[in-house]
């Protein structure tokens, strides 16, 4: 009976330590997400030196304008290819809609109308380089991808965190 107890109680000890474990590590931390945009556009410095969450909404949904009044250039949603707790966050808490809203959105704005579909990427320094590079971008980064790098390429027009 002993040695029942002991071949039974020692694995099953084992694996709920291993399922304890691969639950806590596979938890994300806190999440915070900054919508960035090029340090070329001038938009967020007009009166102030971010936007509101219904004014992000409105530029990378191009629901108000398709260019960005200060420069002329196109709007260009930048997106990760993946779900990720960043888009999760971003989605949820200014788009207000799931990432197949978003998809159906943007897809029937690309039919509808030809607008262009948002540029995806895998990570967060894609993102980044995308933003940097094209003023006309909005996209958004984990903040802990804003390396001083970073920082001389985009500049950061509002902060959602968890």
């Keep these: 009976m002993i040695k029942i107890r002991k071949y039974f109680i020692v694995p099953f000890?084992?694996?709920l330590s291993g399922i304890i474990i691969c639950f806590k590590t596979n938890?994300?931390?806190?999440?915070?997400?900054?919508?960035i945009i090029s340090n070329d556009n001038p938009i967020a410095f007009k009166d102030n030196p971010s936007l509101s969450a219904g004014e992000v909404k409105a530029y990378y949904l191009r629901k108000i304008k398709k260019r960005w009044p200060?420069?002329?250039?196109?709007?260009?949603?930048?997106?990760?290819?993946?779900?990720?707790?960043?888009?999760?966050?971003?989605?949820?808490?200014?788009?207000?809609?799931n990432a197949n809203d978003v998809d159906t959105?943007?897809?029937?704005?690309?039919?509808?109308?030809?607008?262009?579909?948002?540029?995806?990427?895998?990570?967060?320094?894609?993102?980044?380089?995308?933003?940097?590079?094209e003023i006309g971008?909005?996209?958004?980064?984990?903040?802990?991808?804003?390396?001083?790098?970073?920082?001389?390429?985009?500049?950061?027009?509002?902060?959602?965190?968890?």
């Excluded at 938890?27 to 919508?35: D, G, R």
């Design 70 to 97: 200060e420069t002329n250039q196109n709007i260009l949603p930048a997106d990760r290819l993946k779900t990720c707790p960043e888009q999760k966050l971003f989605y949820s808490k200014i788009l207000n809609m």
């Design 13 to 15: 000890i084992t694996l």
């Design 27 to 35: 938890v994300p931390e806190h999440t915070s997400v900054a919508v």
């Design 137 to 162: 971008a909005i996209g958004y980064v984990n903040v802990n991808s804003l390396s001083s790098e970073a920082k001389a390429k985009v500049k950061t027009v509002l902060l959602i965190n968890e």
């Design 105 to 133: 959105y943007f897809i029937e704005k690309h039919y509808e109308s030809g607008e262009e579909l948002p540029h995806k990427f895998v990570s967060d320094k894609e993102i980044v380089d995308f933003v940097g590079d």
